[in-house]
T-cell receptor
Framework: AQSVTQLDSQVPVFEEAPVELRCNYSSSVSVYLFWYVQYPNQGLQLLLKYLSGSTLVESINGFEAEFNKSQTSFHLRKPSVHISDTAEYFCAVSYRGFKTIFGAGTRLFVKA | SQTIHQWPATLVQPVGSPLSLECTVEGTSNPNLYWYRQAAGRGLQLLFYSVGIGQISSEVPQNLSASRPQDRQFILSSKKLLLSDSGFYLC??????????FGPGTRLTVL
């Protein structure tokens, strides 16, 4: 069965430190890959996505993720985090059909 | 631009009571529509999805049902709520096979 694994359930980090949130997926076919962010009591918002082309994708607020086909990974990184980045982050995979599979989420907690 | 609405925002219901949550999308036609549940501290569980009016696919057998009476309206229902139905319910829409766009959610507490 197809699956998405987010390797860390919680990631505490100090402000201005770098962070990496890890995501692995299982697939033998082409996929679309996404990272979503959820702030408390809100819906999910798209952070960035990979559909095709360059394997490195960036968001407008400094996050980036790299599609690694050989390792079936799509890790999310930011070189310097802010307090406002505290949220839950979901990795997701679409197998180009009607459904998207979401990981269990990683709670990023940025400390002052 | 497209907008997705959900209501109510919060709901407290007794066990055994009925449920109706509504989701509407503006600014697009023939979207794929989805209902998810997010239990406290857990990821998203896909409950239902729909690719057109009257077409509903259920992912998890349970106490809930869904209907799509109009192209851009998606309703989640239950005849009798259980305690385990508590959670954060999210509606989403998507162009086929691409990004999903989520509504603000409904916080349901069953007492």
């Amino acid at each position: 069965a197809q699956s998405v694994t987010q390797l860390d359930s919680q990631v505490p980090v100090f402000e201005e430190a770098p962070v990496e949130l890890r995501c692995n997926y299982s697939s033998s076919v082409s996929v679309y890959l996404f990272w979503y962010v959820q702030y408390p009591n809100q819906g999910l918002q798209l952070l960035l996505k990979y559909l095709s082309g360059s394997t490195l994708v960036e968001s407008i607020n400094g996050f980036e993720a790299e599609f690694n086909k050989s390792q079936t990974s799509f890790h999310l990184r930011k070189p310097s985090v802010h307090i406002s980045d505290t949220a839950e982050y979901f990795c997701a995979v679409s197998y180009r059909g009607f459904k998207t599979i979401f990981g269990a989420g990683t709670r990023l907690f940025v400390k002052a | 631009s497209q907008t997705i609405h959900q209501w109510p925002a919060t709901l407290v219901q007794p066990v055994g009571s009925p449920l109706s949550l509504e989701c509407t999308v503006e600014g697009t036609s023939n979207p794929n529509l989805y209902w998810y549940r997010q239990a406290a501290g857990r990821g998203l569980q896909l409950l239902f999805y729909s690719v057109g009016i009257g077409q509903i696919s259920s992912e998890v057998p349970q106490n809930l049902s869904a209907s799509r009476p109009q192209d851009r309206q998606f309703i989640l229902s239950s005849k009798k709520l259980l305690l385990s139905d508590s959670g954060f319910y999210l509606c989403a829409w998507s162009p086929e096979g691409d990004t999903q766009y989520f509504g603000p959610g409904t916080r349901l507490t069953v007492l």
